[in-house]
């Protein structure tokens, strides 16, 4: 069992920055693949970024890319989203997912996901 706890939200002016970090717990938390998923107000959950368990690998939306950069610290069990430019389309709630065998952008293949974390970007 996994649990997850996203922080680092908050509200910011178009082309600010925020980073959200998800902390795991849990001795496994290196082998399990990670992503950060949104939510909008009225709209379906969406992929933003995704991480290989070793770090060597990622994967983003077209709409976050070269924006957004998705890490991790297996030392510290945490995985983060660097998040700069934003806009105000990037307003929503933001949650931090774990999966033991994949690492991409198919929702229905993470096993354990968090609360969320608001992010609200003014204009």
């Known amino acids: 069992q996994v649990q997850l706890v996203e922080s680092g939200g908050g509200l910011v002016q178009a082309g600010g920055s925020l980073r959200l970090s998800c902390a795991a717990s849990?001795?496994?938390?290196?082998?399990?693949?990670m992503g950060w998923f949104r939510q909008a107000p009225g709209k379906e959950r969406e992929f933003a970024a995704a991480i290989s368990w070793s770090g060597g690998r990622t994967y983003y939306a077209d709409s976050v890319k070269g924006r957004f950069t998705i890490s991790r610290d297996n030392a510290k069990n945490t995985v983060y989203l660097q998040m700069n430019r934003l806009k105000p389309e990037d307003t929503a709630v933001y949650y931090c997912?774990?999966?033991?065998?994949?690492?991409?952008?198919?929702?229905?293949?993470?096993?354990?996901w968090g609360q969320g974390t608001q992010v609200t970007v003014s204009s």
């Open positions: 997912a774990a999966s033991t065998y994949y690492s991409g952008s198919y929702s229905s293949e993470y096993h354990y």
């Open positions: 849990g001795r496994t938390f290196s082998s399990y693949g």
